[in-house]
């Protein structure tokens, strides 16, 4: 059953175009010159529940623009969204109490106020029954690695210890459905560790929605089942992980060491060469025509191989290639 | 001589981009305009309705009176405020050591901005507020270039005596946290002690004589006396040696608890 | 109502804790309300020693007026200082948007983030002026007339209140509300005074338009006796509408604000 049903969901803002000066302000009041800017475009998806969602894309791709959307801030030019059968716009609150919500960049936080009070806050704007909040605070305490820094206000935090108190915060609630914007920006390895298997345990244990727009594929490959790629506001991709390094990563590359000069290969059909020096060799082949197995054959007939290695594509490259070529997309077929 | 025009050049650049900032907050300086016109009309009323009982107060007739007081509403907005917040902003936030590594001086650089800003926000005043009270409260201003003349020095001398003032007390203030609120202490004292509210022959003699010790009478009352014409211009020459003399004293305070608090800082390596 | 009157004690509650850590900042910040409103009253003590009355006001008569109004303006800088620094401190850097993630009114949000404490000096201000008048002028000081004074300042605070929040809607369109704000609100040093002392344009202004007047010159008649008739008992009325027109109109930019999102 979707948690989340967007349809044909769509936002263009309108600004209005000003020149300097008072008499551009003027101007601008009396006859505004109006220019659209279409963020995001017809967009359809459903989530169920339980699952993990990476909503991926270029900066000013749209990401931020669907996420304000599906939390109510923002009201849709077209299309609907609705959530766990609200419309998140006209039933502002009852949504609210569904969802928790990270920014990665700014804090839902009292600046001033020690971690405790910020969460004694939260706790009582959702009203959570004072026995469950207890229980779940020295949970998230233990999990999170909370205890040292309880006490802290926000303001004295490091950057580390401000995405954990915001975790808890956003999760204080038990929400059905949790938003989270990049969580794990700027964070270093240890803590990003920490924070994706908070995630994972509490998807696996509360069986909560998560969705989660990143620019680290760590936290895609350890956390999302599913992917949606977004480019200049229309869904490009949407489908399993795997499927991503199946579909657009269909070549691999294969590097031979020799221990006498290369002269003169014949490639077998479907290969290319890539780089050539005089003890190296590097080819690109299209796995769904020949195997490693047979390239590897072909070329140890002709030379005198003394290593070689295999190359799939990771993740990151294939992303790269994919939001540097644009009509790369066009190589599969979106997965509906 | 070469120095002379390097340093020139610098205050002119200095000048240019004060006024170019202040221009820049237009909705902020309409803003604080009106609330300025609002402001005046209230105490024009409030005067205009006194002198409806009698024809002079402590001396002054109504004309002198509403002149001081429209002239020393359009000077108030000039010296109610200083520049406090932005002194306690340049030693925290660490600026002044590249501040003081610059080739000018920086009290002379900042004293110049702060100077540009006044006598800009002066001729605002004097165009928007000072021809709203001459069209509507029947106010005559002299004609006299003289009287102008001497005006204006007198208040370049006052501003002088205050900006050194608010250096000494910028220096104190850094100390605190709480800048904001130390500044309204601040005004508090010098709304009443400087003229800005009333001429200060108004006030009660024991009041008067602690005003008389306070630099900031220089800056509002004097000036705007002599602009009204409640001071003959025949007292202009020691009223100048007076002002002066402030001057003297406040710079050179100014500059001592200055390289002070420079050498603290220093030291904590603030 | 009961959930937001907890809530709302809490942020009272968290307000008083960070008080308390900044003692000297708190004490600094009402010592300097009260100087500065000190500085003024002085300078109106100067001038009217020398005459006996303006106009028929006498200067306890207009400490009344000044005191009413002083404490009007306390409850809104109390309850609602917020909503002067929506635009710079929660619209442009994105904060405000945690307001709309959460299931309550987003402008309770607003007003119970930051509970200005400052407004004490208001309050010792104000109290002293009223009773040192009421005393001074031998008005009668009943269960009546304090039940009276209360109803004006709540009204009159409302009214405060309610011009602020208009304003500060601007915020959703220009983002920078702050200096349309303190234009309408400068308006109400108009209402230190008797509005008999301007020309009538300013009397109808602070009357109907941006109605101040309601906060000091028509309750401060009425406890002089002046014969004010039903405008004596206006200001609860005025508050309301004033307070209803705001809300819509805060509703609006809300609104503006979904569709545009900065």
């Known amino acids: 059953m979707s948690v989340i049903d967007v349809r044909n969901l769509g936002k263009t803002y309108r600004t209005i175009e000003k020149e300097g000066g008072v008499k551009g302000a003027i101007k601008a009041l009396f006859r505004p010159q109006y220019r659209e800017k279409v963020a995001v475009h017809d967009l359809n998806f459903q989530i169920d529940a339980g699952e993990i969602v990476g909503y991926i894309g270029v900066n000013g791709a749209g990401k931020s623009t669907t996420i304000k959307m599906l939390t109510g801030i923002l009201y849709p030019t077209t299309g609907a969204v609705t959530v766990l059968g609200h419309d998140p716009q006209r039933e502002r609150v009852a949504n609210a109490r569904n969802i928790g919500v990270v920014f990665g960049q700014r804090s839902q936080l009292w600046w001033d106020l020690a971690l405790i009070e910020s969460l004694n806050l939260v706790a009582n704007i959702y009203e959570v029954e004072p026995s469950r909040y207890k229980q779940l605070l020295s949970h998230f305490s233990e999990v999170l690695e909370l205890d040292e820094i309880l006490k802290t206000p926000i303001r004295s935090m490091s950057l580390g210890q401000k995405m954990r108190a915001e975790l808890a915060a956003a999760f204080i609630h038990e929400p059905k459905i949790v938003y989270l914007d990049e969580p794990t920006i700027g964070l270093d390895v240890m803590v990003k560790q920490r924070i994706r298997e908070f995630i994972k345990d509490y998807n696996q244990t509360h069986n909560t929605t998560v969705m989660l727009t990143t620019h680290d594929l760590g936290d895609i490959e350890q956390l999302c089942s599913r992917v949606i790629i977004i480019d200049a506001g229309s869904k490009v991709y949407d489908g399993p992980l795997h499927a991503i390094k199946q579909q657009f990563g269909k070549y691999r590359t294969i590097t031979f060491e020799t221990n006498q000069p290369i002269t003169n290969v014949q490639l077998p059909p479907a290969c290319e060469q890539l780089s050539l020096s005089e003890y190296s060799l590097e080819l690109k082949f299209d796995r769904s025509q020949l195997s490693a197995s047979q390239v590897a054959t072909a070329l140890m007939q002709q030379i005198d191989v003394a290593d070689f290695t295999l190359n799939e594509p990771d993740l990151e490259s294939i992303i790269k290639h994919l939001y540097q070529n644009p009509t790369a997309y066009n190589e599969v077929a979106v997965n509906e | 001589m070469n120095k002379l025009a390097y340093r020139l050049r610098i205050y002119r650049s200095v000048v240019g981009m004060n006024i170019k900032e202040m221009l820049a907050y237009n909705l902020w300086f309409w803003s604080q305009l009106g609330a300025h016109l609002f402001l005046t009309i209230v105490y024009v009323s409030f005067w205009k309705a006194l002198y409806s009982e009698r024809e002079t107060i402590a001396g002054l007739t109504m004309q002198q009176t509403l002149t001081y007081i429209i002239l020393a509403r359009m000077i108030a907005p000039l010296v109610q405020w200083g520049y406090t917040q932005e002194f306690g902003y340049w030693i925290r936030e660490g600026t002044i050591s590249s501040e003081l590594l610059r080739p000018v001086d920086f009290q002379e650089r900042i004293f110049i901005g702060h100077l540009t800003r006044t006598f800009v926000a002066l001729a605002q005043q004097l165009l928007v507020t000072g021809s709203f009270a001459v069209l509507v409260f029947d106010i005559r201003l002299p004609t006299d270039p003289l009287i102008w003349l001497s005006f204006l020095i007198s208040l370049l001398l006052g501003c002088s005596i205050l900006f050194c003032f608010d250096w000494i007390f910028g220096c104190v203030a850094f100390y605190s946290t709480e800048v904001w609120g130390l500044q309204v202490v601040r005004g508090s004292i010098l709304m009443l002690f400087s003229g800005v509210l009333l001429p200060l022959t108004m006030l009660p003699s024991g009041l008067q004589t602690l005003a008389q010790w306070m630099p900031f009478a220089q800056s509002v009352s004097i000036p705007v006396s002599l602009l009204s014409g409640i001071t003959p211009l025949d007292q202009l020459g020691s009223i100048w040696l007076q002002q002066l003399a402030w001057l003297a004293v406040m710079l050179m305070l100014s500059r001592l608890m200055f390289n002070f608090s420079v050498r603290k800082i220093t030291v904590q390596g603030g | ?262």
């Not at chain 3, 607003?110 to 009421?134: E, S, T």
């Not at chain 3, 005393?135 to 709540?154: C, E, N, Y």
């Open chain 3, 1 to 262: 109502m009961l959930r937001y009157s907890k809530i709302y004690w809490y942020f009272v509650v968290q307000r008083f804790k960070i008080l308390m850590e900044y003692r000297l900042n708190f004490f600094i910040g009402s010592i300097s309300t009260v100087l500065f409103q000190g500085a003024s009253i002085i300078a109106m003590w100067a001038v009217l020693r020398q005459v006996p009355s303006i106009q028929g006001w006498t200067l306890e008569q207009i400490l009344l007026i000044y005191g009413l109004l002083t404490l009007s303006k306390g409850i809104n800088h109390l309850f609602a200082d917020n909503l002067w620094v929506i635009g710079r401190d929660y619209i442009r850097p994105g904060q405000f948007d945690r307001f709309l993630v959460r299931p309550i009114n987003p402008l309770f949000h607003l007003l119970a983030d930051r509970i200005c404490h400052d407004a004490i000096g208001d309050f010792i201000v104000g109290f002293g002026l009223v009773g040192y008048a009421m005393v001074k002028l031998q008005l009668p000081i009943t269960l009546a007339s304090i039940s009276f004074i209360i109803l004006m300042v709540i009204s009159g605070g409302i009214i405060f209140i309610a011009l602020n929040l208009i304003t500060a809607a601007t915020a959703f369109w220009i983002m920078d509300s702050i200096p349309v704000t303190n234009l309408v609100f400068s308006t109400n040093e108009f209402a230190q005074y008797p509005l008999t002392f301007y020309h009538r344009s300013v009397g109808i202004l602070l009357t109907w338009l941006l109605p101040y007047g309601f906060a000091s010159y028509y309750p401060a008649s009425y406890l002089l006796g002046h014969s004010i008739g039903w405008m004596a008992w206006l200001a609860p009325l005025i508050a309301l509408v004033s307070i209803t027109i705001a809300y819509r109109f805060w509703v609006f930019g809300l609104k503006h604000y979904g569709s545009t999102g900065s």
